[in-house]
């Protein structure tokens, strides 16, 4: 069961998290060129993460409900453009909301100055971001996917 729903996750979430990644590292690299203030830093970062993140599960879901709508011989339609952002703010809502604006960025600041080594640091800071982001994005999946079984 665990195996199982592991493999779900990781179906699920994997590519946006590495595409959240690559954006959070470079957005945080980017200001580190133009500003020296490690707080700008990290809220920089945690912006390019939730943009390279959300976007990605965004066009994950469209091609999903695209791919669903080909074989009705449909096109996708407004309801669903709006049935994907609702069940996205469903979804990662919550979580995001104290990931983004206060969970990610205080790791992103503390552990690049606690390390004294900006790249790890900041990788590091976006792992423990993810780390509670996930607990609370499975827990809205999971009772999400209950509640659409009901």
């Keep these: ?3 199982q729903k592991s493999r779900e996750w990781l179906k699920r979430y994997l590519p946006a998290e590495i595409v959240g990644t690559a954006t ?7 200001t580190r060129v133009f500003y020296d203030n490690l707080i700008f830093i990290a809220y920089a970062g945690a912006l390019g993460e939730a943009i390279g ?3 990605t599960v965004f066009i994950q879901n469209i091609l999903v409900v695209g791919k669903k709508r080909k074989t009705e011989n ?5 309801t669903d453009f709006r049935r994907i952002i ?3 703010v469903l979804e990662f809502g919550p979580a995001g909301i104290i990931d983004g604006l206060l969970l990610r960025p205080f790791f992103m600041y503390l552990f690049p100055v ?4 900006f790249t790890l640091g900041i990788l590091l800071g976006k792992i423990a971001g993810d780390l509670t982001f996930y607990f609370l994005v499975i827990l809205s999946y ?3 996917k209950r509640h659409k079984k009901i």
């Design 1 to 3: 069961m665990i195996k």
């Design 24 to 30: 959070a590292l470079a957005a945080a690299s980017i």
């Design 53 to 55: 993140f959300y976007s």
């Design 74 to 78: 449909k096109t996708l339609s407004i």
């Design 86 to 88: 609702t069940d996205m």
């Design 114 to 117: 606690l390390l004294k080594n």
């Design 142 to 144: 999971e009772m999400k």
